[in-house]
């Protein structure tokens, strides 16, 4: 059985504790990882305190952060194999799909290695002549990162890299389900030569890990991705140390079909936003709002692809549908199920767990019109589907944005004007037109309403993670003048 280890001022430690990690595929225990419990966090915390403060990293010019980026980025690029191997024996995530992902996270790296250099301040023309007054931009801080098993390299590259762009330190807290390519991925932080503090990575549970770590006193910033429910415990936790919080949530995206639209194109587009990486996307095109006229026709292209999905072992490269990452989220998606079917929803294909080991569940399809199902509401976070339809343009808007989430959307129409008046009315940080779950470290990732807030991708990112400092200079040799009154 393998061993890992957590990554905490420079060195490779255990933990307080250890616990088994299980393989989705068969569901036995494959992994021991290190529990990090509150004195792990401690020690996390004030190395990347004292590594913000002093020492080798404060004193690096924004060009040398670039270049350990860079170097970084390599590694990433030289290692993805082996990193998408331990992801997908982790987390159960196809291997066709994590190779794949890896490699490109790489360039998210590079991105913010060539970023490092030019977050810039600013010189304001202020309103007293005898004064200049500037802008710097400085590191927020000792940021915490709080991130999820699925896309784990993903979504920790999206906040270590503009985080190190910035000049900041951080803790990363990888999921206890399915630790491992992040704890991996420390070896190539140390290889590349980052000094000793900067970027710790640690896994535990919530109660004795993660709560410690988003109320530590010496936080400054917290980055967090995974579900609403979690949050709001991060930001009470916050109310504890005031640290500012960017939250990347989960979804209910609507995925707008219209008649005009290529069938065969669009139905491949669903299929990449609710069956691909097993429907455990928080992107996930949930809810299909296809126009009435054309729902039967598009009904029978989504089932016939549905039905012929090769669902395996995640290892096998002709794998196109894994298993869900935990019997937890196994359990949820049945049980979510049970309810919409109870609640008036028509199954149309799937519904059921294969006779296997692992935690596996076929990808299915529900018909929702005319029922009040649970499963139009409620996040699944498997490869389930479910389905409205419309008459006009205004009625799917309307289901479009009636959600509490608001992260991504899209529509597939070949009317511009349309698909332009739809940009703009959908509620959703995200709008694919004709494509779906396309991402670039250019372009910013975020939502609205229980989506979170903040973005991540982008030069935002990196500007997020700085703060401002005001310096005024007095350019006269006169005396000061009256002290009581205000300059």
């Known amino acids: 059985m393998q061993r890992f280890q957590c990554y ?42 004292n590594a913000l403060d002093g020492g080798p990293w404060a004193k690096l010019s924004a060009t040398q952060r670039g270049k350990l980026l860079y170097k970084l980025a390599d590694l990433v690029a030289e290692n993805a194999g082996k990193l998408a191997e331990l992801e997908t024996r982790d987390t159960g995530k ?32 202020i309103d007293k002549p005898d004064m200049d ?103 009470r936790n916050s109310a504890e140390n005031l640290a500012s919080t960017s939250l990347e949530l989960g979804g209910k995206s609507p995925f707008i079909v219209f008649a005009d639209t290529d069938l065969d194109s669009a139905a491949n587009a669903q299929v990449a936003g609710i069956f691909a990486a097993t429907g455990q996307s928080c992107v996930a095109g949930s809810r299909l709002i296809v126009e009435r006229s054309i729902k039967d026709r598009f009904l029978q292209i989504l089932k016939a692809k549905a039905e012929a999905i090769r669902i395996g072992s995640p290892l096998d490269m002709a794998t196109e549908v894994g298993p869900l990452a935990t019997q937890r989220q196994c359990d949820h998606v049945k049980a979510l199920v049970a309810r919409s079917l109870a609640a008036g929803a028509t199954l149309v294909t799937g519904g059921t767990a294969p006779e296997a080991a692992g935690f596996y569940y076929q ?53 511009l004007t349309r698909a332009h008046r ?32 903040g973005r991540e991708g982008g030069l935002q990112a990196a500007l997020d993670y700085t703060r401002t400092k005001t310096v005024w200079l007095r350019t006269s040799d006169d005396p000061i003048p009256d002290p009581f009154v205000m300059r």
């Open 363 to 415: 990808p299915t399809i529900l018909d929702c019109d005319g029922s009040a199902s649970p499963s139009l509401d409620n996040e699944f976070f498997g490869p389930v589907l479910s389905v409205l339809s419309f008459e006009t343009e205004a009625e799917a808007l309307r289901l479009a944005n009636d959600t509490r989430y608001g992260l991504a959307a899209g529509v597939f129409t070949q009317n």
């Open 133 to 235: 007054v500037w802008l710097r931009r400085e590191p927020i801080g000792v940021v915490a990162m709080v991130v999820p098993w699925n896309s784990q390299l993903f979504l920790s590259a999206v906040k270590i890299g503009p985080a190190l762009a910035a000049g900041c330190t951080m803790v990363v807290k990888a999921s206890e389900d399915g630790p491992a390519p992040l704890l991996e991925f420390a070896r190539l932080v140390h290889e590349a030569g980052f000094p000793a503090g900067v970027v710790n990575i640690i896994t535990g549970f919530g109660p004795s890990c993660g709560a410690a770590l988003s109320r530590h006193p010496q936080v400054d910033h917290i980055a967090f991705t995974g579900g609403p429910e979690t949050a709001r415990h991060v930001v």
């Open 8 to 49: 905490i001022n420079g060195e490779f430690a255990d933990g307080e504790a250890r616990f088994e990690s299980i393989d989705p595929a068969t569901g036995l225990a494959w992994a021991e990882m290190p529990e990090a419990r509150e004195a792990d966090v401690d020690r996390a915390v004030e190395a990347a305190r």
């Open 94 to 125: 196809i291997i066709r799909e994590t190779s794949a992902q890896i490699a490109y996270v790489a360039d998210y790296y590079r991105y913010y290695a060539g970023i490092a250099d030019k977050i810039e301040g600013s010189y304001l023309p």
């Open 422 to 453: 739809l940009m703009k009315g959908i509620h959703a940080g995200i709008v694919w037109v004709n494509t779906y779950r396309a991402v670039s470290p250019i372009a910013p990732f975020g939502g609205f309403g229980l989506s979170g807030h």
